[in-house]
């Protein structure tokens, strides 16, 4: 079992920026891709990034690429998201998953872990 908890979420103007961290617990020994997800209210869940286990695979949804930045520190167990140049529209509750793959994914049946989420809003 692995445990991810997120932090960093918040309350951020139009244009600002926010980092999030996951940081994972329990069998981190097993080598793992992780990836971010968000959920608006009314919405589905969207695929925001993800990482391989060796961090030099990433993968960013096309909509969110140049703004987001998805980065890991295995020494640390945790995984990061840079979100710069926020929008209104990027208010969310995004989630952090683990997937028992070295690989990257974007498709969130994949991912076996999955943390409780962090709010962000941003305001206009």
């Known amino acids: 079992q692995v445990q991810l908890v997120e932090s960093g979420g918040g309350l951020v103007q139009a244009g600002g920026s926010l980092r999030l961290s996951c940081a994972a617990s329990g069998r981190t020994r097993s080598n793992y891709a992780m990836g971010w997800f968000r959920q608006a209210p009314g919405k589905e869940r969207e695929f925001v990034a993800a990482?391989?286990?060796?961090?030099?695979?990433?993968l960013h949804a096309a909509s969110l690429k140049g703004r987001f930045a998805i980065s890991r520190d295995n020494a640390k167990n945790t995984a990061y998201l840079q979100m710069d140049s926020l929008k209104p529209e990027d208010t969310a509750i995004y989630y952090c998953?683990?997937?028992?793959?070295?690989?990257?994914?974007?498709?969130?049946?994949?991912?076996?872990?999955w943390g409780q989420g962090t709010q962000v809003t941003v305001s206009s």
């Open positions: 998953a683990a997937r028992s793959s070295t690989y990257t994914s974007g498709n969130s049946y994949d991912y076996n872990y």
């Open positions: 990482i391989a286990w060796s961090g030099e695979s990433t």
